[in-house]
């Protein structure tokens, strides 16, 4: 039915464990307590040793980075220098005070929290030690936190936003007295985002606390380690001349997993991700498997993957559904009939990428790209959670540029290379909420609360200025026109202390901070009776399915009709913070796609496949379909090399293309598309309309774009320079939506908007309107406020994506090769298809549209007469 | 992803986008509707409530050519000094903005008479929070003219010091002006208070504008100030005012109101 190409090599399962060559590992025996080594002799297992390596480092007061694979006992390692030390301490007379919580375990996720619990008080109930844990989460009710102040156990569970809540309470320094350890899982998650530059501010002020800390971070395979390490420790002491970093434990070797590219008897799709083509094989794999993991990377796919295979489910297997958008206790439903194994599949988003144990899985199918390495990595982790098996995991390329990403993703897995971004510099926006919570805790001094603050690794490059200026940003908004002295939230006093100025300063910040906001999204209520007389019922009542995206629904009508947790409905209208649906019978959804998490590719894996296009040789390797259209590709226009920038023109129906073969990831192909837009409208080319995907930007426009190139009117080196980045961009960004989103955002996290006031909390509609007045007011009087700053770098990497934008400008200059071509080319026809799907109505368009695509499709693929 | 066309294309609507957008929905419901294509009047609408003809200006005010007379509604000085008090400090320039935006509509109309429907200051203390130069302007705005502030919700005393004549609201030639619209109201009533905007959906995008509320009986205002959001006129806080869709939103674009009717709008 299916033949895989890939590999499969079950050899090596041994581990490995670098070390730094000084580390003189001790005998397991000298380090670990005698209840420990009965517990691992009872067990019958042997300590690892990276676990051992972690007691080491521990026994010398420094810190750790583990890095290991899933299922190599990693929590375990992580734990066990908290847990020796804990067994070894003398037990707290009568009459003594409490003692203050001793290790600290941080996770990204409030799930992963209470199931690591589960797992380390296993073996404390075995060895009978005397250890209390608990977890402390948004979920963890009023008294128990507050038992919790009064007696800390002994490791608490947590979240990087409860830490910070932690440390805003005035008696921090006392909770936190005897604290030796913390533990970051999934270290390599936390500190890529806000959320880690939130977390990395918590740290140092533990360090201020507590100077002898020790830190273990637990990690996946990074690209670049020594970031991590250094996060890991207070970057402003000892000597300057070297790296301040954690010692480093890796773990290598393990199983390699077992990767195949789903090689599709059906004909491969030359656009689209839906990946209707592959359901029925999709379908007999989860046959042959007890439990299957699909991943795909949106909502819609989802949605849409599920949609079919229900459809051909003949056999009534228990196939379940699981993305954000879904109700939570719809999902937690999910995930409590997943770990008790009562499901054969979960078709997921990213809502299921991180470290929870699921059970039996012994398949992950990843529908459509991985669009990163690492993610792929982390995903196929979920299968097999035990070290020495390999995970069989099993990729279905949606469409032909998909097999091409698959391909080079797959290579390299088996290269062990990673492509984790580099981390960018710490957000402003989230330092000055921190500022305001550090106030709330005690009154600080600038000095002591600056050097505190770039010990933390993010921010261990802030000047002194701008330090200054997210104080004045606290204190009184930071504004040039000095208006809100006497409103001010937080004021230097006599003995040079910061101090707040009102209590009700701490309620609003615990009630405001974090810096996970979600995009405004309505509730969608599925009710029984739908318009009657153009008026919906006044009576209501119905299920909530879950919430959407603002902006998608901003853009349907009543009667439209869309996939929503696994069935068709049909958009009736809206009232107050609700989209109303009913039911329908419809076949097809009218309204194909919604948003939902998308991840641009990665820089890593668009040069993998930019080598993989430019090499005929390489393209045996890949399904015949694939290859024949790179042929004909090579015949009809050209094969760019790896360096080279293809743009290739063409008229049809009336208009007139320009595509830049770019391989840049959407986001940043989106704003090159825009950049581009204003630029070719300038030069007289009348562009109406374009669209970006991972791989392509395709413009067109009224004028012959080929023929301007030909006769000099149009100058490709002046289209691509680099100098777009300079005025166009100041022009774009003032309009535009993406940044005032971004804008919202940094808002919100700094505390200049309130989601959540005493009694009240703001629709995110009622925001978003006054963060973009706000914005409007600001770009205009204040460009220069620290706030605009703070959207600014977030842009930079964020949703513009502008620094690959720069990368492919650089890499365009004098690399551009042009093809003047007569009708489309093979390699363009996914783009002008992709066009064609953006809004299908009903089953005639879709027919329509499947007649042109054939047409396209022979027009390009025709080599006889072309 | 096959959402990037859509949502590119949606984040780029740019004012021309918009305003053939609009401009298309306004052409389709109702016929010659830019009745006053030449000087002063370019881009305004002509609307008659009771019977009354007034100018609704793209910038958002109302001009009553029999009484020269300026309807403005809600102003909100002093909005983003208010939030400061509590601990929001906003940028506090909205109350110049809103200034400089009424003293271009002063200068375009040349007014006798400026009537401000209410809600013209934030707080009852805002009108003592108006920064020396603010207040300058103000009063110069005021100066040779007549000034009805009409109390609103926001602002229950006429502002102290400022002159001009303080309301609850008043009857004119066949009009009334107050600032919250009531349910069954005489007809001619001239209101703010709900600071309505609309949104028209055409081509798989949808454009949100504040707008006047308009229809035979009476109009409702949009918001003047600065830091003022807007309200679906589908909201239910519209109910009861209107005759099922039988209004129509006179939405502003740039420098050009379109006459949209209400069963056009989403």
């Known amino acids: 039915m299916y033949r895989r190409v890939g590999f499969n090599d079950r050899k090596d399962t041994s581990m490995k464990v670098e070390t730094i060559s000084d580390l003189q590992l001790n005998e397991a025996g000298n380090l670990l307590p005698p209840p420990f080594v009965d517990w691992f002799d009872e067990k019958g297992w042997q300590p690892r040793p990276h676990q051992i390596a972690l007691m080491e480092v521990a026994r010398r007061g420094e810190s750790a980075l583990l890095i290991a694979p899933t299922g190599a006992g990693k929590t375990l390692a992580g734990f066990l220098p908290a847990l020796t030390a804990l067994s070894k301490r003398p037990k707290r007379k009568p009459g003594e005070a409490h003692r203050g919580t001793f290790g600290l375990y941080i996770s990204p996720l409030k799930a992963l929290a209470t199931d690591v619990k589960r797992n380390v008080e296993a073996p404390i109930a075995e060895m009978n030690l005397p250890i209390s844990v608990e977890t402390r989460t948004g979920d963890t009710p009023q ?67 507590r100077p002898d800390l020790q830190t273990i971070g637990l990690s996946a395979t990074v690209s670049n380690p020594l970031e991590l390490q250094q996060w890991l420790v207070p970057q402003n002491r000892g000597d300057l001349r070297t790296d301040n970093a954690a010692r480093l434990v890796q773990v290598v070797g393990g199983a390699k997993p077992n990767i195949t590219i789903l090689d599709s008897k059906e004909r491969l799709p030359w656009s689209g991700h839906s990946g209707r083509h592959a359901a029925h094989e999709v379908y007999d794999l989860i046959k042959e498997h007890r439990t299957s993991l699909l991943f795909v990377n949106t909502r819609s796919q989802a949605e849409f993957l599920f949609q079919y295979l229900w459809q051909i489910n003949d056999d009534n297997l228990p196939i379940a559904l699981h993305h954000g958008s879904l109700e939570v206790a719809q999902r937690r439903k999910v995930e409590a009939a997943m770990s008790e194994n009562r499901l054969r599949a979960v078709v997921a988003t990213s809502t299921l990428d991180l470290g929870i144990d699921w059970g039996d899985v012994d398949l992950v199918v990843h ?58 510099s710490g957000a402003l926006d989230v330092l000055c909420q921190h500022i305001l919570g550090m106030t ?49 939230k937080i004021r230097r006093t006599e003995d040079g202390t910061w101090r707040l100025t009102h209590p009700r300063f701490a309620q609003q910040y615990r009630m405001n901070s974090g810096t996970i906001y979600e995009i405004p999204a309505l509730r969608i209520r599925l009710v029984k009776q739908g318009r009657k007389n153009g008026k919906l019922p006044a009576i209501r009542g119905g299920r909530v399915l879950g919430s959407l995206d603002e902006y998608f629904l901003a853009k349907l009508e009543p009667g439209d009709t869309f996939l929503f947790s696994g069935e068709i409905v049909r958009l009736e209208g809206f009232i107050d913070n609700e989209a109303i649906v009913t039911r329908t019978f419809d076949e097809n959804p009218k309204v194909p796609m919604y948003g939902g998490s998308k991840f641009p590719l990665s820089t890593y894996l668009a040069q993998h496949v930019r080598r993989m296009i430019s090499d005929p040789k390489l393209w045996n390797a890949l399904p015949f379909q694939v290859s024949d259209w790179l042929r004909i590709q090579a015949q009809r226009s050209v094969i760019p090399k790896p360096h080279e920038v293809l743009v290739e023109t063409f008229p049809r129906a009336n208009k007139h293309y320009l595509i830049t073969y770019s391989f840049e990831g959407q986001l940043a192909h989106q704003t090159l ?26 413009i067109w426009g009224l004028e012959d774009m080929g023929a301007m190139i030909a006769n000099g009117s149009l100058n490709l080196d002046d289209l691509y320079d680099e100098d777009m980045l300079g005025d166009d961009l100041e022009v774009w960004l003032a309009d535009s939506m993406m940044l005032k989103r971004t804008f919202r955002q940094c808002a919100l996290i700094a505390g200049l908007i309130e989601k959540n006031q005493p009694g009240k909390s703001k629709s995110g509609r009622q925001m978003t309107q006054s963060s973009d007045l706000i914005y409007d007011v600001l770009r205009e009087y204040e460009p220069d406020h620290i706030l605009m700053q703070a959207t600014r770098e977030d842009a930079a990497t964020g949703l513009l994506d502008v620094r690959r934008v720069g990368d492919l400008l650089a890499r365009a200059k004098g690399n551009i090769i042009h093809q003047h071509l007569d009708r489309l080319s093979p390699m363009a026809v996914p783009i002008m298809l992709e066009k064609g799907i953006e809004r299908v109505n009903g089953g005639a368009s879709e027919s329509l549209l499947a007649d042109s695509a054939e047409n396209l499709i022979a027009e390009a693929m025709d080599v006889q007469s072309g | 992803m096959t959402g990037t066309a859509y949502e590119v294309y949606k984040s780029a609507v740019s004012d021309s986008d918009e305003t053939s957008i609009m401009d298309a929905v306004a052409r389709r419901t109702s016929g010659p509707v830019n009745i006053a294509q030449f000087g002063d009047f370019a881009g305004t609408c002509i609307h008659a409530v009771n019977g009354v003809e007034l100018v609704a200006d793209a910038d958002g005010i109302a001009y009553w050519p029999a009484t020269e007379t300026l309807l403005v509604a809600d102003l909100h000085f002093e909005k983003g000094s208010s939030f400061a008090r509590r601990g929001q400090l906003l940028p506090p320039y909205d109350t110049g903005i809103t200034l400089q935006r009424l003293a271009a509509v002063l200068a375009r109309w040349q007014p006798r008479r400026v009537v401000a429907l209410g809600d013209s200051f934030h707080d009852s203390q805002a009108a003592m929070r108006l920064s020396t130069e603010d207040r300058e302007t103000l009063l110069s705005l005021m100066h040779g003219r007549d000034w009805v502030w009409i109390t609103g919700n926001h602002d229950p005393a006429p502002p102290a010091g400022l002159g001009g004549e303080g309301l609850s609201e008043m009857r004119e030639g066949g009009l009334i002006l107050r600032h919250e619209p009531q349910v069954d109201p005489e007809a001619g009533e001239i209101a703010g208070h709900l600071h309505p905007c609309a949104t028209v959906v055409r081509r798989g995008k949808a454009v949100r504008r504040s707008c006047f509320a308009v229809s035979r009986h009476r109009m409702i205002l949009p918001s003047f100030g600065a830091y003022t959001g807007g309200l679906d006129v589908f909201h239910p806080a519209f109910d009861g005012l209107f005759d099922g869709r039988t209004f129509h939103a006179l939405m502003r674009g740039e420098g050009q109101v379109y006459r949209i009717s209400g069963k056009d709008l989403r």
């Open chain 1, 143 to 209: 008294n128990r936190r507050q038992r919790q102040k009064l007696k800390p156990p002994d490791l608490l569970m947590t979240t990087p936003e409860q830490l910070a809540l932690l440390l805003a309470m005035p008696d921090a320094e006392r909770f936190f007295a005897d604290l030796q350890f913390v533990i970051f899982d999934e270290l390599h998650s936390l500190v890529t985002n806000k959320r880690g530059h939130l977390l990395s501010l918590g740290l140092a002020r533990l360090w201020k606390l």
């Open chain 1, 367 to 424: 529908l459509g790209a991985p669009k990163g390495a690492s993610r792929l990595a982390q995903r196929i982790g979920r299968s097999n959670h035990r070290m020495d098996e390999p995970s069989k995991a099993i990729l279905v390329p949606a469409n032909r540029f998909e097999v091409l990403e698959c391909k080079a993703a797959l290579d390299a897995n088996y290269l062990g290379d990673q492509d984790t971004p580099a981390l960018r």
């Open chain 1, 440 to 488: 709330v805790a005690a009154p600080f001094q600038e000095d002591d609360l600056y050097s505190e603050i770039i010990s933390a690794a993010p921010y261990a490059e802030l000047d002194w200025d701008t330090f200054e200026r997210c104080i004045q940003f606290v204190a009184t908004g930071g504004y040039a026109l000095k208006a809100y002295e006497r409103y001010a």
């Open chain 1, 673 to 698: 598309a825009m950049l581009m837009t204003k630029r070719l409208e300038r030069a007289g080319a009348k562009p109406t309309g374009f669209v970006a995907t991972d791989y392509v930007v395709a």
